[in-house]
């Protein structure tokens, strides 16, 4: 089946690093996906990373892969008040025609 | 560039009508994907839209359709609306099937 599972709350100071975590389901995915919605705008992509990767840094941005365990972590350094958000894990399985699973979202709660 | 843009933003509709959302990707763009994200849960998946064709369909029911115009531009139709459809429609264009999704505001229909 066709699952995304992430934590719904975490709640961290500013400066601290915050790390959000996510499972999937599908091995076959070839993208996996952390996306962030503030309040009343759109999805915004954060990052991707290809399933064959192990690791991708993007300046305060590092998001780690462990297929064997079907987890994937994002790690945001030196959180800042404007990084609160929902953020959502999602992967694009490579069955069943071109869709993206989305996560129910982990509410970043950052505090000054 | 104008990004992904819908209308209208917000919809007020009664149990048993129907309803038109309309997208108009990014310029380029010749792929556009219909999400439901329902308040507090991540989007799922409606329909993927390919030069004109569907190419991929979540586990919606048939009442929910969609079809991709010339100009690429889209419509999503929903009939004999149900309260559970009460929800925020994101609309995302893509240049080509597997490549980043640019997501739309979104439009908030409320079902009475």
Same mark, same amino acid.
């Given at each position: 089946? &066709?699952?995304? &599972?992430?934590? %719904? ?26 996306? #962030? ?5 759109? %999805? ?11 690791? !991708? ?9 462990? !297929? *064997?365990? !079907? +987890? ?16 959502? /894990?999602?992967? =694009? ?5 071109? #869709? ?10 950052? #505090?000054? | 560039d104008a990004g992904v843009t819908?209308?209208?933003? +917000?919809?007020? *509709?009664?149990?048993?009508? +129907? ?5 108009s990707p990014i310029s380029g763009h010749k792929s556009v =994907? ?7 849960? @991540? ?7 390919y030069e !004109? &064709? ?14 991709q115009?010339p100009n690429y531009s889209s ?15 994101? /609309?995302a264009s893509s240049w080509g099937l597997?490549d980043e999704q640019f997501? @739309?505001?979104?439009?908030? %229909?409320?079902?009475?």
């Open positions: 089946g &066709e699952d995304v &599972e992430q934590s %719904l709350f975490l709640s961290v100071r500013e400066g601290d690093s915050s790390v959000i975590n996510c499972t999937y389901t599908d091995s076959s995915s070839t993208y996996l996906y952390w996306y #962030k919605q503030e309040p009343g705008a759109g %999805l915004q992509l954060l990052t991707y990373i290809f399933s064959n990767m192990d690791m !991708k840094q993007d300046q305060r941005l590092t998001v780690l892969l462990n !297929k *064997k365990d !079907k +987890h994937l972590s994002l790690r945001i350094a030196d959180t800042q008040t404007g990084d609160s958000a929902i953020y959502f /894990c999602a992967e =694009s399985p490579n069955t069943g025609g071109f #869709k993206t699973i989305f996560g129910a979202g982990t509410r970043l709660f950052v #505090k000054a | 819908q209308s209208p933003t +917000h919809l007020i *509709k009664t149990r048993g009508q +129907h309803v038109t959302l309309r997208c =994907s219909w999400y439901q994200q329902v308040l507090g849960q @991540g989007p799922q998946f409606i329909f993927q839209y !004109k &064709e569907e190419r991929g369909r979540g586990n919606f029911p048939d009442r929910f359709s969609a079809r115009f419509e999503l139709n929903v009939n004999a609306l149900l309260l559970g459809d009460s929800a925020l429609y994101l /609309c597997a997501f @739309g505001p979104g439009t908030r %229909l409320t079902v009475l």
